[in-house]
């Protein structure tokens, strides 16, 4: 029996590095989206910078849940800080996008670009899964009325899902049972935390704040609609929806600090 051949450490880490290498250049070939460069060239706050005009609510916390979700691996410095290719960031992109858009879990997303970067096409479900015009999305307009049937069709709901959204008051029908046009968006959100095991009775705390509050908008606007002129009503209906995205955003943060509270 020949001896073995004694090789040299350096030698030997050489064929180490060679043979990892291999692998992560072919996932590199297959990965989506494949016409972006895979080159690191970002940091984490370049990425924020680029995605952020379009995600403003983005944070440096979301992009490493992404990262440890499995939906984007960002290459490491020696000193291990994060690098990320615009390949990367497309990816970041069309996660956020999923889940601001179609309301998708993180593990139908994850599949999703695993179902990319095998080569296979994709199709996200959008907002209004049937109305469409010419490739447009169309949505009931403000101050309109949907049947129950038009809702479900509109957002996929069950009529027992939206039976159980009607018992905990998330969406109110009028004396013909039809609902107004803004519970497709109510619906829509519900579906989605549904799927994350909060169901509409877990949000009746949601809708009774919503009315507290609308409580309160209500008395700051009333003197101006008393007023009972055109003007007046047009004033007070403006001043009562600013107040709204008001407290919409004051809730907004107060839920994203508790959130980041939790460790």
Do not use: N
Not at 26 to 46: K, L, Q
Not at 65 to 74: D, I, M, Y
Not at 128 to 141: I, K, Q
Not at 203 to 224: C, H, K, M, N
């Amino acid at each position: 029996m020949s001896p073995a051949v004694r090789r040299h450490p350096a030698e030997r880490d050489a064929g180490r590095v060679d043979h990892d290498a291999a692998p992560a250049d072919r996932s590199e070939a297959v990965s989506w989206p494949p016409e972006v460069s895979h080159e690191p060239s970002m940091s984490i706050g370049g990425v924020l910078a680029v995605l952020k005009p379009e995600f403003p609510a983005v944070s440096i916390s979301k992009l490493r849940f992404l990262e440890e979700q499995g939906l984007v691996t960002p290459r490491r410095t020696g000193s291990g800080y994060r690098m990320y290719s615009r390949a990367d960031a497309e990816r970041i992109r069309f996660a956020l996008t999923a889940q601001r858009d179609s309301y998708l879990p993180l593990r139908v997303i994850r599949d999703q670009l695993a179902d990319l970067d095998a080569g296979r096409a994709v199709e996200q479900p959008s907002r209004a899964r049937v109305v469409t015009r010419d490739g447009e999305l169309v949505t009931p307009p403000s101050g309109a009325r949907v049947s129950a049937a038009e809702l479900c069709e509109l957002t996929g709901a069950s009529e027992a899902e939206l039976d159980e959204m009607a018992q905990a008051g998330l969406v109110l029908a009028d004396t013909r049972g039809r609902f107004p046009g803004r519970a497709v968006q109510v619906v829509q959100a519900a579906l989605a935390l549904a799927r994350h095991g909060i169901s509409a009775r877990h949000l009746r705390t949601v809708r009774t704040g919503a009315e507290r509050q609308a409580d309160v908008i209500d008395q700051v606007v009333a003197p101006t609609r008393s007023q009972r002129s055109g003007v007046a009503r047009e004033r007070s209906a403006a001043q009562a929806a600013e107040l709204a995205e008001l407290y919409a955003r004051l809730h907004a943060e107060l839920l994203r600090t508790a959130v980041d509270q939790l460790g």
